[in-house]
Nanobody
């Protein structure tokens, strides 16, 4: 079992930046690939970014590529999502998730085994 807690959300103006964090506890953090997803009320949860167990591989949704950066610090059991050049359409609840499959990075919400409670990001125009 892995427990995930997100933080760092808030209100920011368009063009601004935020850094989200996701702290993990429980089983060995480095055993998991990790991902960030987001969800707008009334819409499906969508993939944002994922990172391999050792940070060596990353993948991004096209909508955030070149603006967002996912990273991890296994010594701190934490992953991050640096979000730059934020747009109003980035407004959503952001979730981190852990995937026990470490062989390759996955993007489906049903591929992930553990989820945090989410943190709200609001980008004003």
């Amino acid at each position: 079992q892995v427990q995930l807690v997100e933080s760092g959300g808030g209100l920011v103006q368009a063009g601004g930046s935020l850094r989200l964090s996701c702290a993990a506890s429980g089983r060995t953090f480095s055993n998991y690939a990790m991902g960030w997803f987001r969800q707008v009320q009334g819409k499906e949860r969508e993939f944002v970014a994922a990172i391999s167990w050792n940070g060596g591989s990353t993948t991004y949704a096209d909508s955030v590529k070149s603006r967002f950066t996912i990273s991890r610090d296994n010594a701190k059991n934490t992953i991050y999502l640096q979000m730059n050049s934020l747009k109003p359409e980035d407004t959503a609840v952001f979730y981190c998730a852990a995937d026990e499959t470490v062989l390759y990075l996955r993007r489906g919400i049903y591929d992930y085994d553990y989820w945090g409670q989410g943190t709200q990001v609001t980008v004003s125009s």
